[in-house]
């Protein structure tokens, strides 16, 4: 049973930075890929980056190239997000996500609780 649990989410202002964890369980973390994807409010769910089992080959959305860096420590089954100058429009509930970003928006099972990321001044 794919167990994931996101923290580190929080309220910043613009420019500001946050890091999210994201604790993994019940599956071969060091065996799959991993994403972040994001959902504000009334909107659709947003692939936000992914990195392959091994860590190498990340790759993000345009939306958050340069910005954000995304990193694993398969030795803590922990993916992390690493999030600087940050803008309003990052306002979004976090999710860690099992799978690249072919399958993750295709399966909600696997994705852990969230976490809030709120960016206003």
């Known amino acids: 049973q794919v167990q994931l649990v996101e923290s580190g989410g929080g309220s910043v202002q613009p420019g500001g930075s946050l890091r999210l964890s994201c604790v993994a369980s019940?599956?071969?973390?060091?065996?799959?890929?991993m994403s972040w994807v994001r959902q504000a409010p009334g909107k659709e769910p947003e692939w936000v980056a992914g990195i392959s089992f091994g860590g190498g080959y990340p790759e993000y959305a345009d939306s958050v190239l340069d910005r954000f860096t995304i990193a694993r420590d398969n030795a803590k089954s922990t993916l992390y997000l690493s999030m600087n100058s940050l803008k309003v429009e990052d306002t979004a509930r976090y999710y860690c996500?099992?799978?690249?970003?072919?399958?993750?928006?295709?399966?909600?099972?696997?994705w852990g609780q969230g976490t809030q990321v709120t960016v206003s001044s």
């Open positions: 019940g599956f071969a973390f060091n065996g799959n890929a």
């Open positions: 996500a099992k799978g690249s970003r072919l399958v993750v928006l295709k399966n909600r099972n696997d």
